[in-house]
């Protein structure tokens, strides 16, 4: 997962940020410091789980009851897809 980083680029333009939270995660991946490996791996975790989520949704509404035909075999490589098929 790539995140934007931007602190380098404010400390040469003299722009300090300040952040108030309610919790510990509630700034994961700000671009205004370096991520933990902590908070990659949550990322990462919340990332994998969606693309679960995607080929369970699309294998069930696609090809009925969870089974995966060959048609959509290429969809849930989670890629994108340019195709105009």
Not at 18 to 26: E, I, L, P, Y
Not at 38 to 53: A, H, K, N, V
């Amino acid at each position: 997962m790539d995140h934007r980083k931007v602190m380098g680029l404010l400390d040469k333009i003299g722009v300090a940020v300040d952040v108030s939270k309610s919790g510990q995660q509630k700034d994961i991946g700000s671009p205004f410091r370096p991520s933990t490996v902590q908070e990659s791996q949550i990322l990462q975790d919340m990332t994998d789980q969606l693309g679960q989520r995607f080929i369970k949704l699309v294998s069930f509404k696609s090809c009925g009851m969870g089974h995966i035909s060959a048609k959509f075999s290429r969809i849930l490589t989670e890629q994108v897809d340019l195709t105009t098929e």
